[in-house]
T-cell receptor, first 109, second 112 residues
Framework: DQQVKQNSPSLSVQEGRISILNCDYT??????FLWYKKYPAEGPTFLIS?????DKNEDGRFTVFLNKSAKHLSLHIVPSQPGDSAVYFC????????FGKGTRLHILP | DTEVTQTPKHLVMGMTNKKSLKCEQH?????MYWYKQKAKKPPELMFV???????INESVPSRFSPECPNSSLLNLHLHALQPEDSALYLC???????????FGDGTRLSIL
């Protein structure tokens, strides 16, 4: 059973537009959420995180939104750039981190 | 450049071999982790070390043996692995619980 779900395996977005990646979770004990970006042949790179006591965290072009009642979080990237093309993993933590299966983001020229 | 360094980058070994994967970080992090990642799958946690002590073992077979010689180093000793153990093995470190984990680029392991 997947505790962290990313239901879109891939997403294509025009350069300059907003990319929205979604993630759902089932475990209400999760208290910390993260987004990672992964290029081929590299390890995951930490992007942004949010504690369960907040509903929004922003860092430059990246904003994470948390809706605890819906057990849903999303990552907004605006404006999208070609270098944003990668696999994005949503992750959630109680005593350990559980990763979603990832969404491959393609930024189109 | 990653701040978590893993060696070797690639490893091919037979099922009877003994080898070790190494991980090093100099960020002063007190928690270190081993993950296994198969193709098109998310990383799956194997072991967690906290203050150089094993705190989580996710029911990993004994043919994988972790070791934390000091706060900067983490090893994974391999013995009698099976072909299904072929995967990318990722090391990570963090300052502690509910802190971002920083990953190395992994060791791609192939078992013949």
């Amino acid at each position: 059973d997947q505790q962290v779900k990313q239901n879109s395996p891939s997403l294509s977005v025009q350069e300059g537009r907003i990319s929205i990646l979604n993630c759902d979770y089932t475990n209400s004990m999760f208290d910390y959420f993260l987004w990672y970006k992964k290029y081929p042949a590299e390890g995951p790179t930490f992007l942004i995180s949010i504690s369960s006591i907040k509903d929004k965290n922003e860092d430059g072009r990246f904003t994470v939104f948390l809706n605890k009642s819906a057990k849903h979080l999303s990552l907004h990237i605006v404006p999208s750039q070609p270098g944003d093309s990668a696999v994005y993993f949503c992750a959630a933590s109680d005593d350990k981190i559980i990763f979603g299966k990832g969404t491959r983001l393609h930024i189109l020229p | 450049d990653t701040e978590v360094t893993q060696t070797p980058k690639h490893l091919v070994m037979g099922m009877t071999n003994k080898k070790s994967l190494k991980c090093e970080q100099h960020m002063g992090h007190r928690a270190m982790y081993w993950y296994k990642q198969k193709a098109k799958k998310p990383p799956e946690l194997m072991f967690v070390y906290s203050y150089e002590k094993l705190s989580i073992n996710e029911s990993v077979p004994s043919r994988f043996s972790p070791e934390c010689p000091n706060s900067s180093l983490l090893n994974l000793h391999l013995h009698a692995l099976q072909p299904e153990d072929s995967a990318l093995y990722l090391c990570a470190s963090s300052q502690g619980h509910n802190q971002p984990q920083h990953f190395g680029d992994g060791t791609r392991l192939s078992i013949l």
